[in-house]
């Protein structure tokens, strides 16, 4: 093997339930205005043909929650809970919406912080958003559940408490757009590859998080995870 001329870093990984195993992470995809009343409360209007794409590092990942440093460069770090979506097989090419289920591992749960602060003043001058969501520790997740093991996950309530106080909270059919229909949208754009998460988007009631807090993020009768600023 060919020497590297810096030590290659560790792979990021999220534990898979059951199996002692873990999931190694390749790219984190999001999924912006996927809840009608979110973009409302944003200001913004969902087009229902044309999903909102942004990216995150995939070493954003804290794994399974715990402390969670409050990141320089705002005063003003939103939460953002949503559905996460593993992919296990490899795409050739563009995904048909009807075959896009097949490429799916298992689900999570995570959250999206955001710096909202640079996000507004990056959008008020028709700048990329890029710091405001691909930051160190900005994808806290949870453990993945395999797909076999997961059930029907549509059907369920998705939800955050901030020190014990519901923030947010949807039902995961009042998605825009199905996973389905974003796969196959990403693989229009994307070489989508086994080990990609996909954020599946928020649902209203983003709000501000500080120093202290204490969260806890699920998935009715499937997955949930817990932390706390730092």
Known sequence: MTATVIPVPAPTCLPVR???????????????????????????AVDRGNPVFFMKPADAIV??????PYPSGTRDLHHEVELVVALGRDADGEVAAADAMALVFGYGVGLDLTRRDLQAAAKAKGL?????????HSAPASELVPAAAAGDVFTRRLWLEVNGATRQQSGLDDMVFSVADVIHELSKLYALKAGDLVFMGTP??????QPGDRFRAGVDGLV???????
Do not use: Q
């Open 18 to 44: 059951g199996t002692g195993a873990l999931f190694p992470v390749r790219r984190i995809y999001c999924v912006g205005r996927n809840f009608a009343e979110h973009a409302r409360e944003m200001g913004a």
């Open 63 to 68: 794994a399974g929650g715990g402390r969670v």
């Open 128 to 136: 990329p958003w890029d710091t405001a969501k691909g930051f160190d």
């Open 204 to 209: 209203a009631g983003v709000a501000a998080l």
């Open 224 to 230: 949930e995870f817990g932390g706390h600023i730092a």
